[in-house]
């Protein structure tokens, strides 16, 4: 069916030109990564779940690193198929060097951050504004943040900074949410799993997430003296709860403070908008925004804001174990649930998703959409999907023609995106569950001119997060604000990335800090990573 609809598209479409392209280039990366679930098969939620990846670029020579999550063999009454044989090297978290020539060195065991945990989603961060990216891990129990010292290792200064997660940490994402120049922290709970709990339809495989009790998230305050306080009380966070998945942070309504989006699986997901005054109301409801197109409770799983039309606002993306959600922002509550007028549901309803992004891979000024599936409550391997963005709502499926990886199938998980080689299109890394991860290059001929945009803060965080940057091409004018945790359990490229077609050069790229303060950049040109540091 896929096929024969991506062609009647493609016939509309009228030509090949221009068409997104990826390739499959692990093997010679020098990337060897397979996750794993710690059992013989796949018998339990905590099996299921995933892991995500980070890029960042630990070492500050330009190129983004790669930071990708694995579960591990736990005890084995955690397990109701434990390994019969342990693994002559347990399985751990990997970071991986970007050497720039399209290599990648492993250096987990020299930058110390392989992790001792069954972890879940990493995200990335300079939490003390010390000129270096910061590292966070959830985990099954525990979450573990590693300092950057700066010299190519890391060390764990989780108890130190006064990071006490218990329960199932999943989904997180960094956020200033009052805006004080120091990053804060979310964190998503998925449930209150028992391993020894074995009610069941055995067509079910193992008891799934209504089955265990919802649980409430988190959120640190950084005291911006390397350590952080609980507040999720005080803001209002704790008294909702939920069954977190992934998680992203960004102003959905243009007032310069930070919201948070949560994707609940089987609960309706929440949507806290930022009171600016240290608190939070939760308005998913009224937003539109918490539940399925026909107002289910869905299996909502990675989130992303992206301006779908240039508009100006932040659209929401959520991936799903079945329609996906595309809701459009009028600028006016609640949002606008399109996704079957754009073409996505009757494409992705046979799928359940997981990974995405959304992005311009073909650098013709509009944003693009991938998502990647695989099977829910079995090891069941499916294809995976690109979404080319027509323009006015609409989206084309041109997974048939963006490569041989399109055509295979796997247990897709967690995935994370970034032009690591710096040629202006964006790449992408998989994490598929218990199986070997997949680097996509990005290598669409035919695509267009860029700018990508890296972000210095000084007397906002470091990392600039939560600044809005908006470039102006003529008629094209696009908008992206820099989010750090987005899609499923991972976070994308610190730098901002715009398709700019045939524009032979950008009018002025504008910079909103997180503070409100406006900086300009006059005339610049195409086909460049520009740095916009704070004055």
């Known amino acids: 069916m896929r ?20 390739q499959d280039v692990t093997a010679q990366s020098g990337i060897e990564f397979t996750h794993s679930f710690g059992a013989e098969q796949l018998g339990s939620l905590l099996e299921s779940a995933g892991a995500g990846c980070v890029w960042l670029d630990y070492n500050n020579d330009g190129k983004p690193d790669l930071y990708v999550v694995s579960g591990r ?21 990997h970071l991986y060097r970007n050497d720039g020539d399209g290599k990648f060195t ?16 990493a995200i990335a961060a300079d939490f003390d504004n010390d000129g270096n990216t910061d590292l966070l891990v959830t985990s099954y129990g525990h979450v573990t943040l590693y300092r950057n010292k700066g010299d190519g ?34 964190i998503g709970r998925y449930v ?68 948070i989006y ?8 929440f949507l806290f908008h930022n009171k600016h005054d240290g608190t939070f109301e939760e308005i998913g409801v009224d937003a539109g925004v918490a539940f399925g197109q026909n107002g289910e409770s869905s299996s909502a799983m990675g989130p992303v804001f992206f301006d779908m039309n240039n508009t100006g606002r932040a659209d929401l993306w959520v991936t799903d174990s079945k329609y996906n959600r595309l809701l459009q922002n009028s600028g006016k509550l609640p949002f606008t649930d399109v996704t079957q007028k754009a073409g996505i549901s009757q494409q992705t309803a046979q799928y359940v998703s997981w990974g995405t992004g959304a992005f311009d891979f073909d650098n ?15 090891l069941i391997p499916q294809e995976h999907s690109v979404f080319r963005n027509l323009g006015g709502g609409k989206f084309q499926d041109v997974s048939t023609s963006a490569g041989a990886f399109f055509a295979a199938k796997s247990v897709g998980r967690g995935a994370c995106f970034a032009d690591y080689d710096n040629d202006g299109k964006v790449d992408a890394f998989l994490v598929n569950l218990g199986g070997p991860g997949v680097l996509l290059r990005n290598t669409s001929a035919s695509s267009g001119h860029w700018l990508t945009v890296k ?21 094209l004018k696009q908008f992206a604000e820099r989010v750090a945790g987005a899609g499923y359990l991972s976070q994308d490229d610190a730098r901002l990335h715009f398709g700019l077609g045939a524009k032979p050069g950008v009018n002025r790229v504008v910079v909103t800090w997180p503070d409100g303060a406006r900086q300009v950049v006059e005339g610049v040109k195409v086909d460049q990573i520009l740095t916009v540091t704070e004055k």
């Open 455 to 475: 972000l210095v803060g000084t007397k906002s965080n470091r990392d600039a997060i939560g600044a809005r940057v908006e470039v102006d091409a003529g008629e």
């Open 364 to 378: 013709d000024g509009l944003k693009d959409l991938m998502v990647f599936h695989g099977g829910l409550i079995h």
């Open 153 to 186: 290792t890391f060390e764990d200064v989780t108890t130190k900074a006064g990071l006490e997660v218990k329960g199932w940490a999943i989904g997180a994402a960094w956020l200033d949410y009052d805006r004080d120049g120091c990053v804060d922290l979310f």
């Open 73 to 93: 063999p736990l005890e084995k009454e955690m397990h109701p198929y434990p390994l019969r044989k342990p693994p002559a090297v347990t399985p751990h978290n």
């Open 192 to 259: 209150k799993f028992d391993p020894k709990y074995r009610s069941f339809y055995a067509a079910d495989n193992y008891p799934g997430p209504l089955d265990y009790a919802a649980e409430s998230d988190l959120l640190f305050h950084n005291t911006c003296h390397g350590g952080f306080t609980d507040v999720s009380e005080k803001a209002g966070i704790a008294n909702y709860k939920g069954r977190a998945m992934g998680v992203t942070a960004a102003d959905f309504d243009g007032d310069g403070y930070p919201d």
């Open 262 to 269: 949560v994707a609940n699986d089987k609960t309706e997901s």
């Open 106 to 121: 492993d250096v987990t065991e020299q930058a110390g951050v392989a992790g001792d945990g069954f972890g879940f989603a």
């Open 3 to 22: 096929a024969l609809s991506a062609l009647w598209l493609f016939v509309l479409a009228g030509s090949l030109s221009g068409q997104i392209q990826f």
